[in-house]
């Protein structure tokens, strides 16, 4: 059954700190390059962080030197640490394959909530 679960949201003030957790199916996740997006009202879901199963990582340039992405290979969770919040950081964050969300009609979870106050 393909399962993603994401949790950890909530709401901070500007400059605080956040630990997101995705568990996530073994199809989904096993040998493949996991991310996390994130999506505001009216805009497109976009890409913040990368990892390969081997723990390369990339990230978009308004996160990058803030969040950080880790996985759990064993347990098919990934993480996503965010530092330094700042109040357009607030959005649903959603985890997924990358290879699944380049898809047409990819399957999400229902995402978390992070809202960031000034």
């Known amino acids: 059954q393909v399962q993603l679960v994401e949790s950890g949201g909530g709401l901070m003030q500007a400059g605080g700190s956040l630990t997101l957790s995705c568990v996530a199916s073994?199809?989904?996740?096993?040998?493949?390059?996991m991310g996390w997006y994130r999506q505001t009202p009216g805009n497109r879901r976009e890409l913040v962080a990368k990892?390969?199963?081997?723990?390369?990582?990339d990230y978009a340039d308004s996160v990058k030197g803030r969040f950080t992405i880790s996985r759990d290979n064993a347990n098919f969770i990934v993480y996503l640490q965010m530092n330094s919040l700042q109040p357009e950081d607030t959005a649903v964050y959603y985890c997924?394959?990358?290879?699944?969300?380049?898809?047409?009609?990819?399957?999400w979870g229902q995402g978390t909530q992070v809202t960031v106050s000034s």
């Open positions: 997924n394959s990358l290879l699944r969300a380049a898809t047409s009609n990819p399957h």
């Open positions: 073994g199809s989904i996740f096993s040998r493949n390059v």
């Open positions: 990892i390969t199963s081997g723990g390369n990582t």
